[in-house]
């Protein structure tokens, strides 16, 4: 389905604007430069050399070493930390909403395809979860499982579901009244052949444009988890714990706010002007007249 | 209408069962929460001893039934590092969320609707631009990066407001403009939707032909339609400002109910983070609740038309 599905997708689309050009540029650059941190990063951004603490950007030792955006609390290189940290908070939202997107659409599928008590269950499920504020869900979940990696990602896909549950079972019950559905279930295609194989690329792009706009909101969150040391746990660098740490240097170490904090806006700012093009593409009802 | 209320209400207790069901599955992911509720190194006998007091060696089903009954009496259990009751500790912090979220509603309100209207009036003209860079701004900046960047604007470098605390009415600004900020993106789009679509109506047309100005038809006529969706999203903002608090306080050192989970949290005190992710959770269906209420007794297209 993939390549038929995203040459429809790009002839609805039309061409670009330049704003949101320059923003999938940026995000290229960002998502590129996390992925080749290993390489990219002049040093090892856990290793700590105590003598060149909190050294500004540009600073060269005496070795011959330059800490390009300068250093933090502990000599570690800033520019080495952001590099990971960005890997970090990109992994993290990739794989909470790889995870939410597939439970929300299969349960929201399902929901409307079975209808009787199963939708009901699981429509009442939806309603629930989102009358908690995610971000308190997140916290509490994580408070009692613990930080790290991979209990963060869990949290987050497991709190972020319903979104695209709504949305899923939404799609599919229109869809699931259409001639060509009833054709497939006379020829004795299975539930799941049904769902998967008609129904799923019929109901991809809103559910793409939500997940556009979640994977935004999933690094906002990371970055706030491990702002207050819930989320990702030294010595792994994350955007969120550098800027935590780096708040107690505010008036000596300007860089330690101001370099993760710039990463942080560019990567969420680049996915948001994305998100909202593609909303207002696919969706008529919120396109700007 | 009867029932369309019977019916909403309805949604909102299962709602607000489930918020209770889901919490309280939470607290037991752990297996023991018995664990989560002792000082770390405790002794295994203070341990059991405490497993008894609070019944979690009791059927599974018992405590759930026993946790649902104690949460209709409001008894959220006692602080196992205050030794005061959940309740009393979390009602101390209400007061100054409360206070912190209005003003956070205020700010997002009083700069976001006008933001809006005039995105909308000024559409496709390049006063659009700026202020729709600021509505993406407010959108894309995190709460604690805002409010660190606040911090050090305007108590570090200009010395103007203090830099955390609750003392005195100045105190108040940087945390309610960094809480307000993500409100006030939302409130913009959402007055700047709802006008639009107004302006391509008839009677807009109508009134222009009529020789109204464009400020006066908006003023006149295209506000009080375009302000019933506006009222239903800021009453589910009122949640999301209360969930917001959680990373606000921490940056400010505000003493509210957010700052107060976060302590507790790092103080292993379960009880009293519980009791604040109920509370919000209530308030914030109760506050859904309400706006759909509202918005039904507004217009009759709703209320009337099967749910």
């Given at each position: 389905?993939?390549?038929?599905?995203?040459?429809?997708?790009?002839?609805?689309?039309?061409?670009?604007?330049?704003?949101?050009?320059?923003?999938?540029?940026?995000?290229?650059?960002?998502?590129?430069?996390?992925?080749?941190?290993?390489?990219?990063?002049?040093?090892?951004p856990?290793r700590?050399?105590?003598?060149?603490?909190?050294r500004?950007?540009?600073?060269?030792?005496?070795?011959?070493?330059?800490?390009?955006?300068?250093?933090?609390?502990?000599?570690?290189?800033?520019?080495?930390?952001?590099?990971?940290?960005?890997?970090?908070?990109?992994?993290v939202?990739?794989l909470?909403v790889?995870?939410?997107?597939v439970?929300?659409?299969?349960?929201?599928?399902?929901?409307?395809?079975?209808?009787?008590?199963?939708?009901?269950?699981i429509?009442?499920?939806?309603?629930?979860?989102?009358?908690?504020?995610?971000?308190?869900?997140?916290?509490?979940?994580?408070?009692?499982?613990?930080?790290?990696?991979?209990?963060?990602?869990?949290?987050l896909?497991?709190?972020?579901?319903?979104?695209?549950?709504?949305?899923?079972?939404?799609?599919?019950?229109?869809?699931?009244?259409?001639?060509?559905?009833?054709?497939?279930?006379?020829?004795?295609?299975?539930?799941?052949?049904?769902?998967?194989?008609?129904?799923?690329?019929?109901?991809?792009?809103?559910?793409?444009?939500?997940?556009?706009?979640?994977?935004?909101?999933?690094?906002?969150?990371?970055?706030?988890l491990?702002?207050?040391?819930?989320?990702?746990?030294?010595?792994?660098?994350?955007?969120?714990?550098i800027?935590?740490?780096?708040?107690?240097?505010?008036?000596?170490?300007?860089?330690?706010?101001?370099?993760?904090?710039?990463?942080?806006?560019?990567?969420?700012?680049?996915?948001?002007?994305?998100?909202?093009?593609?909303?207002?593409?696919?969706?008529?009802?919120?396109?700007?007249? | 209408?009867?029932?369309?209320?019977?019916?909403?209400?309805l949604?909102?207790?299962?709602?607000t069962?489930?918020?209770?069901?889901?919490?309280?599955?939470?607290m037991?992911?752990?297996?023991?929460p018995?664990?989560?509720l002792?000082?770390?190194?405790?002794s295994?006998?203070?341990?059991?001893?405490?497993?008894?007091?609070?019944?979690?060696?009791?059927?599974?089903?018992?405590?759930?039934l026993?946790?649902?009954?104690?949460?209709?009496?409001l008894?959220?259990?006692?602080?196992?590092?205050?030794?005061?009751?959940?309740?009393?500790?979390?009602?101390?912090?209400?007061?100054?969320?409360?206070a912190?979220?209005?003003?956070?509603?205020?700010?997002?309100?009083?700069?976001?609707?006008?933001?809006?209207i005039?995105?909308?009036?000024?559409?496709?003209r390049?006063?659009?631009?700026?202020?729709?860079?600021?509505?993406?701004?407010?959108?894309?900046?995190?709460?604690?990066?805002?409010?660190?960047?606040?911090?050090?604007?305007?108590?570090?470098?200009?010395?103007?407001?203090?830099?955390?605390?609750?003392?005195?009415?100045?105190?108040?600004?940087?945390?309610?403009?960094?809480?307000?900020?993500?409100?006030?993106?939302?409130?913009?789009?959402?007055?700047r939707?709802?006008?639009?679509?107004?302006?391509?109506?008839?009677?807009?047309?109508?009134?222009?032909?009529?020789?109204?100005?464009?400020?006066?038809?908006?003023?006149?006529?295209v506000?009080?339609?375009?302000?019933?969706?506006?009222?239903?999203?800021?009453?589910?903002?009122?949640?999301?400002?209360?969930?917001?608090?959680?990373?606000?306080?921490?940056?400010?050192?505000?003493?509210?109910?957010?700052?107060?989970?976060?302590?507790?949290?790092?103080?292993?005190?379960?009880?009293?983070?519980?009791?604040?992710?109920?509370?919000?959770?209530?308030?914030?269906?109760?506050?859904?609740?309400?706006?759909?209420?509202?918005?039904?007794?507004?217009?009759p297209?709703?209320?009337?038309?099967?749910?």
């Open positions: 389905m993939s390549a038929a599905v995203l040459r429809r997708a790009a002839a609805a689309v039309g061409p670009v604007p330049l704003g949101v050009g320059l923003a999938l540029a940026l995000l290229a650059a960002l998502v590129l430069a996390a992925i080749g941190a290993d390489w990219l990063a002049p040093f090892d856990t700590q050399t105590l003598l060149q603490r909190l500004p950007p540009g600073h060269a030792t005496a070795s011959g070493a330059i800490y390009r955006l300068g250093t933090d609390e502990l000599g570690r290189d800033l520019l080495s930390r952001v590099l990971h940290g960005a890997r970090v908070s990109i992994l939202a990739l909470s790889s995870l939410s997107i439970v929300g659409t299969l349960l929201g599928m399902i929901a409307a395809w079975r209808r009787g008590w199963v939708e009901i269950v429509m009442r499920l939806v309603d629930t979860m989102l009358s908690i504020p995610a971000i308190l869900l997140a916290v509490l979940t994580v408070a009692v499982l613990g930080p790290g990696f991979l209990k963060v990602v869990m949290v896909g497991f709190t972020r579901w319903p979104r695209y549950t709504r949305i899923a079972y939404g799609q599919t019950l229109q869809v699931a009244s259409l001639p060509y559905i009833r054709a497939a279930e006379l020829a004795g295609a299975s539930s799941a052949r049904i769902l998967l194989r008609h129904i799923l690329p019929n109901i991809a792009g809103p559910l793409l444009v939500v997940a556009t706009a979640e994977f935004g909101l999933m690094i906002l969150f990371e970055a706030s491990s702002f207050l040391g819930l989320g990702i746990q030294p010595p792994t660098p994350s955007l969120g714990s800027l935590s740490s780096g708040r107690q240097y505010l008036d000596r170490a300007w860089w330690l706010t101001l370099v993760p904090g710039a990463t942080l806006f560019a990567l969420v700012l680049s996915v948001n002007v994305f998100g909202d093009w593609l909303r207002d593409r696919l969706d008529p009802r919120s396109r700007s007249r | 209408m009867p029932r369309y209320l019977a019916g909403r209400l949604q909102a207790l299962i709602a069962f489930g918020v209770m069901t889901i919490v309280f599955v939470v037991r992911l752990s297996g023991d018995t664990l989560l002792v000082p770390e190194g405790a295994r006998e203070h341990i059991d001893a405490l497993r008894r007091e609070l019944g979690f060696d009791r059927p599974i089903f018992i405590q759930y026993s946790y649902l009954g104690d949460l209709l009496r008894d959220l259990g006692d602080s196992v590092v205050q030794r005061v009751p959940a309740v009393d500790i979390l009602a101390a912090r209400i007061p100054y969320t409360v912190l979220a209005s003003a956070a509603l205020l700010v997002a309100l009083g700069i976001g609707i006008p933001v809006g005039a995105m909308a009036v000024w559409r496709g390049w006063f659009e631009r700026p202020l729709a860079a600021l509505v993406l701004a407010g959108q894309s900046l995190p709460t604690f990066l805002s409010g660190i960047l606040l911090i050090m604007l305007f108590a570090v470098t200009l010395r103007w407001l203090p830099s955390s605390g609750a003392d005195g009415p100045a105190a108040i600004i940087m945390p309610a403009v960094a809480l307000g900020a993500l409100s006030m993106s939302t409130f913009a789009r959402m007055a939707i709802a006008i639009v679509d107004e302006l391509s109506k008839d009677y807009v047309r109508a009134a222009r032909a009529r020789g109204l100005s464009v400020g006066g038809t908006v003023a006149r006529h506000l009080r339609n375009a302000a019933i969706p506006v009222v239903t999203v800021a009453a589910l903002e009122i949640g999301n400002l209360l969930a917001g608090s959680v990373i606000v306080e921490t940056v400010f050192a505000w003493p509210g109910i957010g700052q107060l989970a976060i302590q507790s949290i790092q103080s292993r005190d379960f009880l009293v983070v519980q009791a604040v992710v109920l509370f919000v959770s209530v308030v914030y269906t109760v506050t859904s609740l309400a706006a759909d209420l509202v918005y039904a007794w507004i217009d297209r709703i209320r009337l038309s099967p749910a």
